[in-house]
């Protein structure tokens, strides 16, 4: 299974981030929960969200006011949405494949600046 | 949901060993038995190395190895090689269904 995000690369403060993570050679079916990592550069891995293939989804507390997950299992990805975005929310974004209670498969990345 | 703490940088000769520690709370690393380390070299995505706190993946060399002791979880890089020089965060499951990462540690080879 490979992983690849799509996103927007440079936004401008308060829009809204939209991240689609396509996944190719197996089917998604292959793990029940899929979720997004985030990092900023030069800076360390921040867990955003998971959802699972039945619709249940877990955020990282800090980030729930801001951000929706979704899957669409006929197309084979899932999404992120991150909402009022700040400098702050600069960051190389991954989505990941969970194998139990840790991600064992990750897209290669999308580098997501939020500028003016 | 506090960041686990982990040392800055370490670093080690060749064919030396080095050991990078991961301290949480009895909330984290304390309470769940799901403690993972990753490896990531600069401009890579990261790669699992161990996970429920000492398992290896195929492919991952025997040279690393880990435990965990409280709350403070450890990886071991023996037999240092130069393509160990990475980046490692430990990873741990956390209440509420969320996860929570290491600040991280940059492992060099001298």
């Known amino acids: 299974v490979q992983l690849q995000e799509s996103g927007p690369g440079l936004m401008k403060p308060s829009g809204a981030l939209s991240l689609t993570c396509d996944v190719s050679g197996g089917s998604i079916s292959s793990s029940n929960w899929w979720g997004w990592v985030r990092q900023p550069p030069g800076k360390g891995l921040e867990w955003i969200a998971e959802?699972?293939?039945?619709?249940?989804?877990h955020y990282n507390p800090s980030l729930k006011s801001r951000v929706t997950i979704s899957v669409d299992r006929s197309k084979n990805l899932f999404s992120l949405n991150l909402s009022s975005v700040i400098a702050a929310d600069t960051a190389v974004y991954y989505c990941?494949?969970?194998?139990?209670?840790?991600?064992?498969?990750w897209g290669q990345g999308t580098l997501v600046t939020v500028s003016s | 949901q506090s960041a686990l703490t982990q040392p800055r940088s370490v670093s080690g000769s060749p064919g030396q060993s080095v050991t990078i520690s991961c301290t949480g709370t009895?909330?984290?690393?304390?309470?769940?038995?799901?403690v993972t380390w990753y490896q990531q070299h600069p401009g890579k995505a990261p790669k699992v190395m161990i996970y429920?706190?000492?398992k290896r993946p195929s492919g991952v060399p025997d040279r690393f190895s880990a435990s965990k002791s409280g709350n403070t979880a450890s990886l071991t890089i023996s037999g240092l090689q130069a393509e160990d020089e990475a980046d490692y965060y430990c990873c741990s499951y956390a209440p509420g269904y969320t996860y929570v990462f290491g600040t991280g540690t940059e492992v060099t080879v001298l």
């Open positions: 959802i699972s293939l039945s619709g249940t989804i």
């Open positions: 990941v494949r969970h194998g139990s209670y840790y991600f064992d498969c």
């Open positions: 429920d706190v000492s």
């Open positions: 009895s909330s984290d690393v304390g309470n769940y038995n799901y």
